[in-house]
């Protein structure tokens, strides 16, 4: 008679996002049919090429949705909540996503049984901190732990690959413009690899001493928001450009201005979020605590900002 191998499911949502398709691969890798969830399945597809025909499955499940949330976990071993936002675009997206989609996916998902459930946070996840991102990530902390206390929460600072939004865009304005903005320049950072957040993701979920816990995740070391733009500037090649603090007059300019973008460069939500120190805090428990190791930025950031050098550069591959 032919033995059946029982695979085990994890369902993803926001596994098509930046820190999700690596979440995927590597749960692909240690041989799980992953079903990645979110408002469109059309662009999860390019993840399909990293697993076996029918391996990963694209489905669609938006948060606000309990039927599909709950079709979406049903009969799935793990859950993980990759879904947040960095900017509203309109008021209480905040609340309704950070908080309110992070409880309503914690209860269903215990409702269905769900052995294991991992959800990205945020270092700055505090329910006194003075911008609504923070607040918001505090009370989907909240609201996870109510309706799942077995949930592994992990808060990463910021997230840097060679697909991110901040060293690119950076990098990006350190070629085009003759000096380098900086605007909370003394703000600390502790930038974490998005493989090592993806790697700390598939720890949370497989080990038992991980059940209930929260992990801050930092890079080997903090630097200031100033001396990141400096380190950014080295990397381009555009390091004898100046640095030069923003009145703040000109960014409250600036911020009333972006309000009329799609894409603000700046928000009044996010220059609250600067005035706090971004790294792990004294005490907690982190990469070390899963077994892991994380990787410097001048490990990996040099390679995918050379092609903002003058005269260009290959456009790196994907790191894993």
């Known amino acids: 008679m032919r033995q059946t191998t029982i695979r085990r499911v994890a369902t993803v949502f926001g596994g098509a996002g930046f820190i999700g398709r690596y979440v995927v691969k590597r749960l692909a890798v240690e041989g799980w049919v992953v079903r990645v969830a979110g408002r469109d399945p059309a662009r999860a597809r390019f993840l399909q090429t990293q697993g076996m025909v029918g391996q990963i499955v694209p489905l669609y499940a938006g948060l606000e949705d309990e039927g599909a949330v709950a079709r979406a976990v049903a009969g799935a071993d793990l859950v993980v909540n990759l879904v947040g936002i960095l900017a509203e675009r309109k008021d209480g997206d905040f609340q309704r996503i950070q908080a309110e989609g992070a409880g309503r996916l914690a209860r269903i998902a215990a409702a269905a049984g769900v052995e294991r459930l991992v959800h990205v946070s945020a270092i700055g996840a ?100 100033r001396e990141l733009l400096r380190f950014v500037q080295q990397c381009t090649g555009h390091n004898r450009r100046p640095l030069v603090d923003l009145p703040q007059g000109l960014v409250k300019l600036q911020i009333a201005i972006g309000r009329f973008l799609p894409n603000p460069p700046l928000t009044e939500d996010q220059l609250l979020m600067l005035q706090r120190d971004n790294v792990v805090a004294e005490g907690a428990k982190g990469f070390a605590d899963l077994g892991l190791r994380p990787k410097a930025v001048e490990a990996v950031v040099p390679g995918y900002l050379s092609r903002f050098r003058p005269g260009g550069g290959r456009r790196p591959q994907v790191a894993t």
């Open 126 to 225: 505090d329910p006194a901190s003075p911008s609504r991102y923070g607040r918001s990530k505090a009370e989907g902390e909240a609201a996870v732990r109510a309706a799942f206390p077995g949930a592994t929460i992990l808060r990463p600072s910021i997230v840097f690959g060679p697909e991110d939004q901040f060293f690119n865009r950076f990098a990006n304005l350190s070629r085009l413009l003759p000096v380098m903005p900086v605007v909370a320049g003394a703000t600390r950072f502790q930038p974490v690899y998005v493989g090592d957040v993806a790697d700390a993701v598939i720890a949370a979920a497989t080990r038992e001493d991980a059940i209930g816990q929260t992990y801050e995740l930092g890079g080997p070391r903090a630097m200031s928001f």
